[in-house]
């Protein structure tokens, strides 16, 4: 979960180097992560031993596809088009509260104070660290909406993560991320083909191809790869708590790049951040309650 996450914080520099140049719209961009997440975990798949999939569970693949893929990416850079990029970054630090949230009534995972806490403790350090990174407050034009979007995006995401926390057990990452990918990409050719035709391919220069391939095979494929693992492994409350380290990761590349300075509240809020992530893998899952029952029953 800290490799996937740490690669996000590292995609959003990139694809912002894009879309600024003018040449890649930003949903040609996500257009290009789930086409070329596509090929690469069907090319993954000749590798790999080859599993049936029944229709039933082709089409909860699909449901996987359009709430966990395509409504996250696309919802999310749709919403950075209208907002600020620091608006943006401090309402995704809502997403590991919507797992709590979602988990507890869907999963009837128990909300305990340390996952209140660590939630809290780490929202707080995330929004430090991007109020002193001086990015926040850019007026846009269709502001609300972009951060609604953003919203949605970050909600979509985390209903993904607990919806599907039982599910993504039955098959192996590259059955599920090939599918997932597939289905995702089909539907947003529907609305994304006349902006992939009117791209100048040809006028990119060579770091802003570059900047694309990270996305594509280490924000997208790589990143998705060891989320599926963390998934399969962790509690979705726990997954959603990682999300805290991408801005550490933006802030400390706009540090190296000179575009930022290094101070005594980034310092806390990183501090504060760890500290959130370590209480909500401390907390009682729903599993640690029901055992502790057991044994005093006993």
Not at 118 to 142: D, K, P, Q
Not at 186 to 195: A, G, H, K, N, S
Not at 206 to 217: M, N, S
Request: glycine share 8%; proline share 4%.
């Amino acid at each position: 979960m800290l490799g996937a996450n740490v690669m996000w914080g590292l995609m959003s520099p990139f694809s912002k180097f894009v879309i600024v140049g003018g040449l890649v719209a930003p949903l040609v961009i996500t257009n290009l992560r789930m086409g070329g997440a596509m090929v690469l975990f069907w090319i993954t798949s000749l590798f790999c031993p080859k599993e049936h999939v029944p229709l039933p569970d082709i089409f909860r693949l699909f449901l996987a596809g359009m709430i966990g893929v395509l409504i996250n990416q696309t919802f999310f850079m749709m919403g950075v088009s209208y907002t600020s990029p620091g608006d943006a970054s401090i309402i995704t630090t809502s997403m590991p509260l919507w797992v709590m949230i979602l988990a507890a009534f869907i999963l009837k995972e128990p909300i305990t104070g340390k996952k209140i806490g660590g939630i809290v403790c780490g929202a707080t350090g995330a929004i430090l660290l991007i109020l002193s990174s001086g990015h926040v407050g850019a007026e846009r034009a269709n502001g609300i909406l972009g951060d609604l979007l953003v919203l949605t995006a970050q909600f979509s995401y985390a209903l993904y993560l607990v919806l599907f926390k039982n599910f993504v057990s039955k098959y192996s990452l590259v059955t599920l991320m090939k599918w997932m990918f597939t289905f995702a990409f089909v539907v947003t050719l529907f609305y994304t083909t006349p902006e992939l035709l009117a791209t100048q391919w040809a006028a990119l220069s060579w770091l802003e191809i570059g900047a694309l391939a990270f996305t594509v095979v280490c924000g997208t494929y790589l990143a998705y790869v060891l989320i599926m693992i963390g998934q399969k492994t962790l509690r979705p409350t726990v997954v959603g708590m990682y999300n805290y380290f991408q801005p550490i990761v933006s802030c400390l590349v706009a540090i190296y790049l000179g575009l930022d300075t290094f101070n005594l509240e980034k310092a806390a809020a990183i501090v504060l951040i760890f500290a959130g992530v370590f209480l909500v893998t401390r907390s009682k899952s729903r599993a640690d309650m029901e055992r502790e029952l057991m044994r005093e029953t006993n």
